[in-house]
């Protein structure tokens, strides 16, 4: 299996702009994740969806993010509008069952000047 | 509520020694779980090794090994033979029940390995 894949691997936007993050787990995982990674809070977690339903939104920051799983191989994870304190790495992450590991993607590292 | 404590910054190890990175944790469900994970310089996470709150052992993956304590709630990570390779930052995270598969991350541990 290639592994969780993130595209793209760096963003660039200006403020205001829509920014999409995309995400396709490894086949057979249950959950997907969503976290964030900055300097100042470390990783946290944004969202994660049980076979393809949005289980807790409870990390999300506010109305600008929105997170989708149409179907059991994508996800993707929209900013509308993007500020600058939105910069950071976003990881997408999934995993079989509940508790069991997560396996990483690469991650995003958004820039919004 | 979870908390995980990582309470070395940063830690220096020779080539070839072994090292141990300290975890403790905080939880009061008693099904949980326990994860290490590698994140080198160039960004990526990499999962290392796992326990479960009812393993009976350590858990073991090759040079690394967790040294779980259950009645201290800590979850060490012991790398042996140290290499080049090895430096980087460590994160320990947990999950439980209540958090319902949210994985808490500590703040990490920054390895150097010295040749």
């Known amino acids: 299996d290639a592994g969780v894949i993130q595209s793209p691997r760096h963003e660039v936007t200006e403020m205001g702009q829509e920014v999409t993050l995309r995400c396709k787990p490894i086949s057979g995982h249950d959950y997907l994740f969503w976290y964030r990674q900055t300097m100042m809070r470390g990783l946290e977690l944004l969202i994660y969806?049980?076979?393809?339903?949005?289980?807790?939104d409870s990390g999300m920051p506010e109305d600008r993010f929105s997170a989708k799983m149409p179907n059991a191989s994508f996800s993707n994870l929209k900013i509308q509008p993007s500020e600058p304190r939105d910069s950071a790495v976003y990881f997408c992450a999934s995993s079989l069952g509940l508790l069991d590991e997560q396996y990483f993607g690469p991650g995003t590292r958004l820039t919004v000047t | 509520a979870q908390k995980i404590t990582q309470t070395q910054p940063g830690m220096f190890v020779q080539e070839k020694e072994a090292v141990t990175l300290d975890c403790t944790y905080d939880?009061?469900?008693?099904?949980?779980?326990l994860f290490w994970y590698k994140q080198p310089s160039s960004g990526e996470m990499i999962f290392l090794i796992y326990q479960g709150s009812y393993d009976q052992q350590n858990a073991t993956e090759g040079r690394y090994s967790l040294n779980f304590q259950k009645a201290r709630k800590s979850a060490n990570l012991v790398i042996s033979a140290s290499q080049l390779g090895d430096s980087a930052m460590y994160f320990c995270a947990m999950s439980d029940g209540g958090s319902q598969g949210n994985l808490i991350f500590g703040k990490g541990t920054k390895l150097s390995v010295k040749p």
């Open positions: 969806f049980n076979n393809n339903v949005p289980i807790d």
């Open positions: 939880t009061s469900d008693p099904s949980y779980g």
